[in-house]
């Protein structure tokens, strides 16, 4: 019998419910709906977390895709979604109906920065990270964060993870327990993260520290259903496949390229205007150094404020869909393909590169 926020699950068994957590002032429920397929046979457990940050849903879709076609009996071990795990944050806020925030507007704090959170008297997002904390690393071998590209960018899979140095507290095999599953998911682009104390805020620290392996996946965005969900889905039950869970082999793309530290970059503006991509520049393709990925217009006079260019070879893996772009906007990720530390398949551009 499988049990979490009380609730009790028969093996071979799929339920839908929803958590009580609290009220507002003016007596608005938080409840937390969560999932739990429980497979007929034993194995491990794997929570899947989404829209901690509300302004991200496209994880919520790729869990409810995910298992449209699973039966619970078919699984060895157990697998818990929670897809909207800040329903304030996608709820209200944002610009255009619920296009979402990235913090939760019942008390301005960003559920990711706040891990492991404060029971009792704590903030409502803080007792969030709290139920979070307890409850998942209580039931959880593994843990998967999804995130995407916001109403800004779209992506492909980007799966982050944490070195889990044990000089920080980390147990000592965590950080290659993690590393080999984070391969596993077939992610094109990973990016291994070091130094991340286990009192950083995020939900992947809170957890590690408690010895359960945490990883984000970023895939998709702009609210918009297209090939990219299809790959998170992908990912996803690539990492049933890698704990065991769900049969099968796990389903490796063309090549798979993982980076750390300044080895992957975010692309950010300087100005603000109207963002148009320069030819060549789209979402999964390689651009060389150098090379111009777009530029961000004056609205009124067309004069160019400024011109954005690759400040290394590599694979644009978040890319910007939106026009209007304020100062600091996000243009995108490169992922370094001359400077990795690990890589599967064939790189894009390596043919190119080989004649250098
Ligand atoms: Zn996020």
């Keep these: 019998m499988f049990e979490i926020f009380g609730r009790k699950v028969e093996p071979g ?8 957590v609290g009220y507002l002032a003016g007596n608005t429920e938080c409840r937390i709906g969560y999932g739990v397929f429980n497979g007929v046979k034993e ?34 071990g157990t697998v818990v979604v929670i897809p909207i795990a800040n329903p304030f944050s996608m709820e209200f806020g944002g610009t255009a109906e619920s296009s979402g925030l990235q913090i939760n507007p019942a008390d301005s704090l960003n559920l990711n920065r706040v891990f492991p959170g404060r029971g009792g008297s704590g903030w409502l997002t803080e007792q969030l990270a709290h139920l979070y904390t307890e409850e998942i690393s209580r039931v959880s071998d ?30 000592a095999d965590l950080a290659a327990r993690t590393e080999t599953l984070a391969k596993a998911m077939g ?29 984000m996946l970023s895939v998709a965005g702009l609210g918009q259903v297209d090939e990219n969900v299809d790959e998170g889905i992908r990912c996803t039950k690539n990492l049933m496949k890698a704990m065991g869970i769900l049969e099968g082999e796990v389903d490796r793309p063309e090549y798979q390229l993982y980076c750390s530290g300044p080895q992957h970059k975010v692309l950010l503006t300087t100005a603000g205007g109207f963002f148009y991509p320069a030819p060549g520049a789209t979402l999964g393709a390689w651009v060389q150094q150098g090379q111009e990925i777009g530029v961000i217009l004056d609205p009124l006079t067309s004069e160019v404020r400024e011109t954005l260019r690759a400040p290394f070879k ?19 990720h490169l992922a370094n393909l001359e400077d990795y530390y690990w890589s599967l398949g064939t790189l894009p551009g390596s043919e190119d590169s080989s004649l250098v």
């Excluded at 992610?187 to 392996?213: F, M, T, W, Y």
Aim: aromatic share 8%; proline share 7%; glycine share 14%.
């Design 142 to 171: 593994v843990v998967l964060d999804y995130h995407d590209g916001t109403s800004s960018n779209n992506m492909i899979p980007l799966v982050t993870f944490l070195a889990y140095e044990p000089e920080l507290g980390y147990q």
């Design 13 to 20: 068994q799929k339920v839908f419910d929803y958590c009580h």
């Design 43 to 76: 194995g491990p457990v794997l929570t899947l977390i989404s829209a901690l940050h509300g302004w991200e849903p496209m994880g919520t879709e790729i869990i409810r895709r995910t298992f449209l076609d699973v039966d619970p009996k078919d699984l060895s």
């Design 314 to 332: 590599g694979i644009l893996g978040m890319f910007r869909g939106k026009m209007v772009t304020n100062p600091g906007g996000m243009v995108g």
């Design 187 to 215: 992610a094109q682009v990973g990016r291994r993260i070091e130094g991340d104390a286990p009192d950083s805020g995020n939900i992947s620290a809170a957890l590690g520290i408690r010895g359960v392996p945490t990883m």
